[in-house]
C-alpha cells in the first residue's frame, strides 16, 4: 500500500490542523494505522492509532484530549484533527500502516510509512 500524507503547515499555538493521509494500491481496511512524529533531534515517537475497523483508538499522554484520530474506509483515508496545538507539537509526522489490522505504539511493527508532513507551531 501507499501512503500519501498531507494537511501540515504554520499555525499558532493554541490554533488547530487536520491531517489527512490517503491509501492506495491494496485494501485499506485491512490495515491498522497510526500517526508518529518526529521532532529535530529527537527519536520517532507515536502519537495516535487505530484499529482496522475504526472500532479502536489509543492516543499518547502527550496528546490526549487535543489530538483525535479517526478513518474513513469508504475513501481510503485516515485522519489526524489536531487542536491546541503547542510549539512542542512541532514536528514531520508521518502516517503508517500495519498488515496485522490492529497497531502498535512501536514503529517496529509497521510494514508501510507515507513520506511526512511538515507541522510547525509558532509560539
Known amino acids: 500500500v501507499q501512503l500519501q500524507a498531507s494537511g501540515g503547515g504554520l499555525v499558532q499555538a493554541g490554533g488547530s490542523l487536520r491531517l489527512s493521509c490517503a491509501a492506495s494500491?491494496?485494501?485499506?481496511?485491512?490495515?491498522?494505522m497510526a500517526w508518529f512524529r518526529q521532532a529535530p533531534g529527537k527519536e520517532r515517537e507515536f502519537v495516535a492509532r487505530?484499529?482496522?475497523?475504526?472500532?479502536?483508538?489509543y492516543h499518547a499522554d502527550s496528546v490526549k484530549g487535543r489530538f483525535t484520530i479517526s478513518r474513513d474506509n469508504a475513501k481510503s483515508t485516515v485522519y489526524l484533527q489536531m487542536n491546541s496545538l503547542k510549539p512542542e507539537d512541532t514536528a514531520v509526522y508521518y502516517c503508517?500502516?500495519?498488515?496485522?489490522?490492529?497497531?502498535?505504539?512501536?514503529?517496529?511493527?509497521?510494514?508501510?510509512w507515507g513520506q511526512g508532513t511538515l507541522v510547525t507551531v509558532s509560539s
Open positions: 494500491g491494496r485494501t485499506f481496511s485491512r490495515y491498522g
Open positions: 503508517a500502516a500495519d498488515d496485522s489490522g490492529y497497531g502498535s505504539s512501536s514503529s517496529n511493527e509497521y510494514d508501510y
Open positions: 487505530i484499529t482496522w475497523s475504526g472500532g479502536s483508538t
